[in-house]
Each structure stands twice: as structure tokens, then as C-alpha cells.
């Protein structure tokens, strides 16, 4: 075994360190990193797993996190008829609920949720076991995109938090055919419900800031040209979802009260 001198060790290392911050918890090129632990020197396992793949990691977190964005405008768009057509959501929602494969789009909908969920854990706690501790700060003066990248665990756990209560109040057992919005509006005018709604509502929003940019770069499609787009994409994406399913929630609140 060729033994390497104190040059070849220093470059090793340098080559790791750098390697480790590429793959850490800050996936945005353009939020400052400023290391506050040294980077664990532990030779990595030659027989990895499919989530110990930095790249399928990656892959698997966009593709799945995309299908949960298609599945928030479908719901959005599903539920906004509840502020200005009662008969037509309920119509909508008895629909749904009798259709035949809508066991079969619950459970690709857990599947995706499971796997961005286990990407994500996976992925920060590789970071965290390689001693990647950073302190992250916008360079293009937006400290909101800072705050999407540093606060995506918090987003997530809140965003558990809500979809718990959720099912738990609307979908076990689901309302009886025309009585959705109705159950809706009682949720809604507990002060605890929709304390959580709202947060759950400003949580998806907060997230999803951070992840329609971090998508494309996982994809490999993000690149200084259409950069500035998606960017901009992403911030019109995360207000609508954030800000729609937020409206809803007050509005009905609002609205049931009076």
C-alpha cells in the first residue's frame, strides 16, 4: 500500500471537504455556506443502498416532490369552488369519492410522500453524521430564499402536523355525500384548526419557494440562462399554493362565522 505523504493527505482531504459541501444540506449555488464543524474523514461503504445514492437521492426527492405539486393544484383547484359555488363542490366532492381508482391514486400519493419524506431524512442525515453544520446567507439579498433552504425540515414537520389533522378530521371516516363543505366549515371555526390550517397553508408555501428551484437542479435542468425564470416560477408557484390554500381556509372561516 503506497503510504501518502503530508501534500497528498492535505489534497485528500481539501478534495473530501469540498466533495461533502457539494453534497450537503445547502443545494443552492447561490446561498453562502460558512462551515462550523470539521468534515468527518470515515471512508464511505462500498455497499450502498439505493438511499445512500447522493444521486438517486437527489432524483427521487424532485420527481416525487413534483407529483405532490401536481396533487396541490388538483386539490386547490378542487376546493376553490367551496368559497363560491357551494352545490358545485359538493357535487365535485360526491364525484370523487365514488370514483373506482381513487384508492389507487390514494396510495401513489402516500408512495410519493413516503418517498420525499425518506429522501429527505436520509439525505440531512448523512449531512449530519459528516459533520455538515452551516450557517446560510443569501447572496442576491433575499433572505426569504435563506430562510426556505435553512427552515425545509421545519416546513416539512409542520406540514406532517397539518396533513395528520387533516385526514383525521375530513377522511377517517370521510363526510357523507353533500355534507363536505359543511364538516369543512365546523373544522375551520375551531380557533385550533385553523391555527394549524394556516401554518400548514404558510409551510407548503415556504417549501415549496425552495424546492420547485432545488427540483431542477436535482434534475439537472437548472442552468444560468433559465435560471432567473425558474426562480421567478417558483416564487408565482409557492404564492398561489401557499397564498390559495390560505385564502380558502380563512374565507371559510370567515364566512361560516357569518
Not at 427552515?151 to 414537520?157: E, Q
Not at 359543511?182 to 371555526?189: M, P, S
Amino acid at each position: 500500500m503506497t503510504r501518502l505523504n503530508d501534500g497528498d493527505q492535505h489534497g485528500t482531504s481539501l478534495f473530501h471537504d469540498l466533495n461533502t459541501i457539494g453534497l450537503g444540506i445547502n443545494d443552492d449555488p447561490d446561498v453562502e455556506t460558512t462551515r462550523r464543524s470539521q468534515v468527518s474523514s470515515q471512508p464511505k461503504s462500498c455497499g450502498l443502498g439505493l438511499m445512500q445514492d447522493p444521486t438517486l437521492m437527489r432524483i427521487g426527492s424532485a420527481i416525487s416532490g413534483l407529483l405532490l405539486v401536481l396533487f396541490l393544484l388538483v386539490h386547490l383547484a378542487g376546493l376553490l369552488p367551496a368559497l363560491m359555488a357551494p352545490v358545485q363542490f359538493e357535487h365535485y366532492a360526491t364525484a370523487l369519492h365514488h370514483l373506482p381508482w381513487l384508492p389507487v391514486l390514494e396510495v401513489g400519493l402516500a408512495a410519493s410522500a413516503a418517498v420525499h419524506l425518506s429522501c429527505t431524512i436520509t439525505k440531512t442525515l448523512r449531512n449530519q453524521g459528516a459533520g455538515n453544520t452551516a450557517a446560510l446567507r443569501s447572496r442576491r439579498g433575499r433572505p426569504l430564499d435563506a430562510l426556505a433552504s435553512r427552515s425545509k425540515m421545519a416546513a416539512g414537520v409542520i406540514t406532517l402536523g397539518f396533513l395528520a389533522l387533516h385526514l383525521q378530521q375530513l377522511r377517517w371516516p370521510r363526510p357523507s355525500d353533500g355534507l363536505e363543505r359543511e364538516l369543512l366549515l365546523q373544522v375551520l371555526q375551531q380557533p385550533i384548526s385553523l391555527v394549524v390550517y394556516a401554518a400548514g397553508s404558510l409551510a407548503i408555501g415556504l417549501h415549496l419557494l425552495h424546492g420547485a428551484e432545488a427540483a431542477h437542479r436535482n434534475l439537472g435542468l437548472l442552468n444560468p440562462a433559465n435560471s432567473p425564470s425558474i426562480r421567478a416560477g417558483g416564487r408565482l408557484l409557492a404564492s398561489a399554493i401557499g397564498g390559495g390554500f390560505l385564502m380558502i381556509s380563512l374565507g371559510l372561516a370567515l364566512g361560516g362565522l357569518a
